[in-house]
């Protein structure tokens, strides 16, 4: 049985889809799972993925589009006050 410390998260893919690909895998499973600002409370750790783009506050229930990975994508430093919340 190999090691799993390099690889960490998609190490239960094992020896199967190559090293390379397991290793960018990695990459986005690390950045889907890490603990995500919300936009409208600012609370940390607090956000998951609806669905692909879909995100969700578990504290204050603001969902917004976002990322199929992320919830904040590179545009956003670009436009950030076009997120606002309806009320």
Do not use: D, Q
């Not at 799972?33 to 936009?39: E, G, V």
């Amino acid at each position: 049985m190999g090691k799993t410390k390099v690889i960490g998260i998609a190490g239960r893919y094992g020896a199967r889809y190559g090293s390379t690909l397991r290793k960018k895998v990695k990459e986005i499973l690390e950045k889907r799972y890490a603990p995500h600002t919300c936009p409208f409370c600012g609370v940390k750790g607090k956000i998951f993925r609806v669905s692909v783009g879909i995100w969700k506050c578990r504290k204050c229930g603001a969902v917004f589009a976002g990322g199929a990975y992320i919830p904040r994508t590179g545009i956003n430093k670009f436009f950030p006050p076009m997120i606002t919340r309806k009320e």
